[in-house]
């Protein structure tokens, strides 16, 4: 917030933000004529789209007082975007101006009352936001005036040499007049006094460590080896830098991956000429220490000719001022070393925050302090934002097994040179290319295309490709091959982009593919522009690039082989929608496009085919929750974003921070969440002799026992994905030939789903039995008799013997052998003896004993679950836990409730939402659930869909609502139960079973079919209303479905499946909630009253409510919306009717 005074008279607090769309209707009513005459005719859309920056002021009632646009290219049609800089330096001052420093002025409006304020306050906020700006160019017709708030701002620039066809006058701003340059000079004691408050604002740990005194102190103790500088604004120094020359090398090549720094050593070359540099910063030393350098007029000069910009600031800087300082103890001091380092590091750093955004002006200053070392470096703990003083630098990436809990960030000298031009790539230019690329796995097939890019333009297809390379003092230093995005179309219907552009607004050939994308890793703080100017010299809006499986990768010339490092933080990484599964045969010519169907694969931009073997695999054994299917894994891309650690959960040490996994892996932590979920264990016999022919109601059974033993070989217990690709492996092993029994032990889903796989392997079903557990809801995991009776009749078809109430006795008669060859069971009646080759156990989950053990030693609350509060926090307020492993405290009363009663991703999401703040400086930091929030437990209300393939070959699905699962029977004798609308019969694998509530809702979906199910579909008629639904129930009633399978494929559902159906639902529920239409009572509040019983209808009420609903004019504003939502989504709705196509 910023105060500004009126030229009425008056202040006024203002705040500058970025501009959004919805500013657009706001901004349009500040138009003048002036502005046309200035500006020429805008489309504000079009410019809030397009614009490299646009901010917006407003008041403290969010009113819109001013409004501004910059491009990186002039407003003038006759000059093009991409080589601009022969007009501009036809006039005066303009030399300096190149890409990197300058931005044009295209829009400028604001309320004629504040307009002068409003325009400096705009202008000071693009300099401190942008480091590398210095000039803002404004281009007018001749002979037009401007407005005497611009005109304040910007010097006329006279011009020497006319341009044909280019009849405009050009105005200059300078930063050096609203966010100049720091003075840095040499810190001295006298700087205590203005540097400490700044210090003990952001932190009091150093002074409690070390003293009242400890700058006084750091600042008086310099030496060769430890320098200390300031900025100073009006004879105050306003921030304040400690470097040090002594670097522990070794370590941070122990813990991080320097080789593209050369390990922060010197190369041969360098060693042989060391000794002369060490003797000219001896020279320099002892000129700095008689006082000359303090008052900077070299270093001076070298700012403004090395560093013309500055840096741009982010949160508070300085919280990192103490754990930086203890992190320097390890890092500084490694004489072994030091001959050969080429690195020295930032010890101690803080500036004033109405400054910070220059905290890069301290860098040619430290520089010039160590002539001899190309590097500074400089370590932060992870949980701090990142400040300004780190845009110029690079995060080296730590190693996966690092003992070092911070960041590491490098910067080399000649970062600093602001001659970094990007232009097209010439035939000259492959010899620095090649030199460029030379170590990386894919030289060859960069070169190679920018070979075709060097003889015809254009790939074998025909599609334009371009190289764009960046150069610094003649030298190239990155490059860049892009071609025209063709798959567009797919793109859009695919993956989130309109998340963040309006699709509109870019025309085809404004979408460009990044290929490969190299960058010298010391001008990587260079690669947002590098990025902007790629956009502007191929006159390109949006650039996208694939992240393809590492599976894809393997082959350098493979055509997924793309390169980016440096570049891919600077991308925004896009969600894939959900896909619509349509009925094409049935649609024929009212389908989408094949450019919309076709089976491929994105990440973030580009088709690739997949093989998702892994997945499936998994899915041949367990059951299938629908949460993320093999498209969200294979597009998803975890492995760009997470870096993901193999192994198992062991210990917790919550003093230390970190995790210990299996082969002394330690991984450190500042936020651990949990959710290891539940396992299925190595089945412990009760111990039972069977001979003394006990029943069930004789055998006293331990839930918490455990089996201690060896694991016999043939025992197959399925919980990740290399466990069922050894039982695949067994199993394809023994196709068609076992000779000898497999026992499959439990009674949950995943056994009859294992039933199905080892039948689907040509085993005799004769070898196959199925043991079942007795089960606590009463009744079978299905929950329905009707699929129970299904699946036994297909089980006896296939001659499996199944027996029921089974306890585990014995294996191999108690004695401990490497393979299962006898089990014993106990029943309610007679015991059961069986001989076996193969033991599949699918009895109940439970925690793994090494996670308990790790979760008990680390003292977290366990009853029974891991104990967590309704915000997913255990007792340590940096562990939280999710999912099935979890258990609600007993504050809250509600013992039967639990995270495995609800939809997974939907308690993922609100778990990622509460963490958000810690990651997000924008947020405010909540350290301590509100207590409000602490009382009730949260309500989750997305569904819950299982499925899989059950023995007869049978697709099995159920959705329905969360909560905690009853008997089906109990449920059916409740008077709100509702009605089931039912079509098919299990004879025919047609059965569809549709049950709605008591409101006409749709709770739950039973499916039991031959043919494979369209899931995705199905789950988004959860919570519908049966009106929706085509009027479901009354077409029911009267005969017009057999079918569901075959009515749910109709085109009228084509529109419900899509995956903005429910954001339409929502834009129709806010039309009706808002005063859009000008009625006395809104239809809500009728409804509300009517309810009540405030209000008595004559006749019929909802004969009323429609006719109360057209009058009022609420129908075509429906109808106006829904056909926006066809019209906008007729790509993936094309069977639809929409206006000016009949």
């Not at 492959?430 to 030199?435: D, F, K, L, W």
């Not at 010339?557 to 896009?574: E, G, K, R």
């Not at 004769?766 to 299904?790: D, M």
């Not at 609600?888 to 997974?904: E, I, K, L």
Request: glycine residues 4%; contains cysteine; proline residues 5%.
């Amino acid at each position: 917030m910023t105060t500004i005074y009126a030229s009425g008279g008056g202040s006024l607090v203002i705040n500058v933000r970025r501009s959004e769309s919805q500013d657009a209707h706001q901004i349009m009513k500040l138009f003048t004529p002036s502005t046309t005459a200035m500006f020429g005719r805008i489309n504000i859309i079009y410019l809030l789209e397009k614009a490299n920056l646009s901010l917006t002021v407003e008041n403290e009632k969010k009113e819109v007082l001013a409004h501004a646009a910059f491009f990186d290219y002039p407003n003038i049609e006759a000059v093009e975007k991409d080589n601009w800089e022969p007009w501009l330096h036809t006039y005066g001052p303009s030399s300096k101006c190149t890409p990197l420093n300058t931005l044009f002025l295209h829009l400028l409006v604001a309320k004629s009352r504040v307009a002068g304020g409003c325009a400096k306050e705009i202008v000071r906020t693009v300099f401190n936001a942008l480091r590398e700006l210095h000039y803002i160019i404004l281009a007018v017709p001749k002979k037009v005036a401007l407005d005497p708030a611009v005109s304040v701002l910007f010097a006329p620039m006279p011009q020497f040499k006319k341009v044909d066809g280019v009849h405009y006058s050009a105005f200059i701003c300078y930063r050096k007049d609203y966010v100049p340059v720091l003075h840095i000079r040499k810190a001295r004691i006298e700087d205590h006094d203005d540097v400490t408050p700044i210090f003990n604002e952001q932190t009091d740990t150093l002074r409690y460590i070390y003293g009242e005194y400890f700058l006084a102190e750091l600042i008086e103790a310099q030496d060769e080896t430890t320098r200390a500088a300031v900025c100073e604004v009006n004879n105050s120094a306003v921030g304040f830098i400690s470097v040090c020359s002594e670097v522990n090398v070794k370590l941070l090549n122990e813990c991080f991956d320097l080789r593209p720094f050369h390990g922060l050593r010197k190369t041969p070359e360098e060693e042989a000429s060391l000794k002369l540099t060490v003797t000219t910063s001896e020279t320099e030393n002892k000129s700095a220490s008689t006082g000359v350098s303090e008052d900077n007029t070299d270093e001076k000069g070298e700012v403004s000719d090395s560093v013309e910009n500055a840096k741009l600031p982010d949160g508070d800087v300085e919280d990192q001022t103490t754990k930086e300082a203890e992190s320097s103890k390890e890092i500084a001091s490694s004489p072994n070393d030091s001959h050969s380092s080429n690195a020295f590091c930032v010890v101690l750093f803080c500036i004033d925050e109405t400054y910070e955004t220059r905290s890069q002006d301290f860098l040619p200053y430290i520089f010039n302090l160590f002539p001899d070392r190309d590097y500074c470096v400089i370590t932060v703990p992870h949980l701090i934002p990142e400040f300004p003083l780190l845009k110029d630098f690079v995060r080296v990436v730590p190693y996966s097994k690092t003992t070092l809990s911070h960041e590491l960030y490098v910067t080399h000298r000649k970062g600093l040179l602001k001659s970094f031009m990007v232009r097209l790539a010439t035939q000259n230019d492959t010899a620095g290319i090649q030199r460029l690329v030379k170590n990386l796995d894919l030289e060859f097939n960069v070169l190679s295309i920018l070979h075709i890019y060097n003889q015809s333009r254009r790939d074998p297809d025909g599609t334009p490709i371009q190289a764009i390379v960046a150069e610094v003092l003649q030298e190239i230093v990155g490059i860049a091959i892009i071609r025209n995005e063709e798959q567009i179309e797919y793109i859009r219907s695919h993956y989130n982009i309109e998340n963040f552009i309006y699709f509109d607004h870019h025309q085809r050939e404004e979408h460009g593919h990044l290929y490969h994308f190299a960058l010298n890793p010391i001008f990587h703080h260079y690669t947002r522009h590098f990025l902007k100017e790629i956009l502007r010299i191929t006159f390109k809006s949006c650039l996208y690039y694939p992240v393809y499986p590492r599976l894809l990768l393997k082959k350098v010339n493979s055509p997924y082989a793309h390169s980016l490092t440096s570049a891919l933080n600077y991308l925004i990484p896009v969600r894939r929608r959900r896909q619509v599964v349509y009925p094409l045969d049935q649609l024929a010519i009212n389908a989408p496009s094949k450019r919309i169907t076709q089976k491929k694969f994105l990440v973030s931009g580009y088709p690739q085919n997949i093989d998702n073997g892994g997945f499936s695999n998994y899915r041949r054994f367990n059951i299938e929750r629908y949460n993320y299917n093999n498209d969200d894994h294979a597009q998803i891309s975890l492995q760009t974003w997470v870096n993901v650690v193999t192994g198992k959960m062991i210990g917790i040490n919550r003093a230390s921070k970190y995790v210990l996994v299996t082969g002394d892996t330690k991984v450190p932590y500042e936020h651990l969440i949990l959710c290891t979920g539940l396992q299925y264990q190595v089945p412990c016999p009760t111990g039972v002799d069977i001979k003394d022919v006990l029943s069930n109601k004789d055998v006293a059974v331990d839930p918490d026992q455990q089996f201690t033993g060896k694991v016999p070989s043939n025992l197959f217990v399925l919980n990740s994905h290399d466990d069922c690709e050894n039982a695949l492996h067994w199993l394809k092993k023994h196709e068609g030939n076992v000779k000898g029994n497999i026992i499959v032990y439990g009674s949950t889903m995943d056994a009859y789903i294992t039933v199905n796989t080892i039948l689907s392997f040509r085993i005799d079903g004769s070898f196959v039995h199925l043991v079942k557990t007795p089960s606590n809801l009463g009744s079978s995991c299905f929950n329905s008799p009707v699929i129970e009776s299904a699946v036994e009749e297909a089980l006896k078809k296939a001659n499996v013997s199944v027996y029921s109430n089974c306890l585990l006795a014995q294996c191999n008669n108690g004695k401990l052998h490497q393979r299962i060859t006898l089990a014993t069971f106990t029943t309610d009646s007679q015991p059961l003896s069986l001989k076996c080759v193969a033991f599949f156990n699918f009895d109940k989950k439970k925690v793994d004993v090494d996670a308990f053990r790790a979760i008990n030693k680390a003292c977290l609350v366990f009853d029974g679950k891991l104990v967590i509060d309704s915000t997913f926090h255990t007792n340590d307020i940096t562990i939280r836990a999710a999912g099935s492993l979890t258990k609600y405290s007993r504050r809250y009363f509600a013992d039967q409730w639990s995270h495995a009663n609800f939809n997974s991703k939907e308690i993922g999401f609100q778990l990622a939402a509460l963490m958000l703040h810690l990651f997000d400086p924008t947020l405010e930091q909540v350290t301590k659930p509100p207590a409000e929030l602490d009382k009730l437990l949260p309500t989750y209300t997305g569904c819950k869909a299982i499925g899989g393939i059950l023995p007869g070959g049978y697709h099995y699905l159920h959705i329905s609502k969360p909560g905690i699962i009853s008997c089906v029977d109990s449920q059916k004798s409740r008077p709100e139960y509702g009605r089931e609308l039912i079509t098919g019969s299990i004879d025919k694998g047609n059965y569809f079973e549709i049950h709605l509530n008591q409101y006409s809702m749709v709770e739950s979906i039973t499916c039991l079919s031959l043919k494979s199910l369209p899931v995705s579909n199905y789950i988004c008629l959860y919570g519908q209303h049966e009106r929706l639904l085509n009027n479901l129930c009354s077409r029911f009633d009267e005969g017009l479905i057999s079918d569901f399978y075959s009515y749910l494929r109709e085109p009228w559902c084509m529109c419900i499946y899509h995956d903005r159906f429910m954001d339409f639902k929502q834009e129709v529920r806010q039309l009706i909630e808002s005063n859009k239409v000008n009625v006395d009572e809104p239809i809500e509040e009728l409804i509300r009253r009517i309810a009540d019983g405030e209000l008595l209808v004559p006749g019929n009420t909802k004969a009323y409510l429609e006719e109360q609903f057209a009058k009022n004019g609420y129908q075509k504003l429906v109808e106006k919306t829904l056909l926006n939502y066809l019209s906008y989504n007729r790509y993936h709705l094309p069977m639809f009717a929409r206006p000016g196509i009949v």
